[in-house]
């Protein structure tokens, strides 16, 4: 399940879901769902309905294995009611049954998608890689991440 706002750009938007299934190595064609293609969006009040929980938002999140949240240099989405709503679903309801949440951006300076994953990443290593390893990779990888969109 991708959370989002729609003033991305889209080539960004599309280098964090690349690096975020390259971290996690997902298949190529793992599927993310996203509101914007997902939904009929002249009609979203229809999609959403009249109770949040019953919307195709949240029976996508329910199907879901996780949540990547993607944001702008402004951290925009992080303001977004909406988004607030996915972001308190993943971090609260779902994290119940072990679902995932994870944070991506392009980072302004390199121009490259970097991500702060829920735990280690599968491209922090694999079985063979002790626990301290892993999250010493982990915390390497997320290093470039801007931890100022957080206070946006």
Partial sequence: FVSHWWGEAVSKFIRCL???????????????????????QWDAAGEVGEDPAQSSF???MDRAQGTVTVL????T?????????????SLIVNSLRGYLYDIYTVDSISGKAVGL?????????????DS?????????????????????
């Fill in 77 to 89: 989405t992080l303001t977004r009611v909406w988004c607030a709503y996915e972001i308190y679903i």
């Fill in 72 to 75: 702008d240099q402004a951290g």
């Fill in 58 to 60: 949240r029976r996508a």
């Fill in 18 to 40: 690349e690096q975020h299934r390259l971290d996690r190595r997902l298949p190529s064609d793992a599927p993310y769902w996203v509101c914007a293609y997902a939904n009929t």
């Fill in 117 to 129: 994953t829920d735990g280690p990443a599968a491209t922090d290593g694999g079985s063979g890689v």
């Fill in 132 to 152: 301290i390893a892993k999250l010493c990779n982990q915390c390497q990888r997320e290093q470039a991440f801007p931890l100022e969109l957080g206070l946006a």
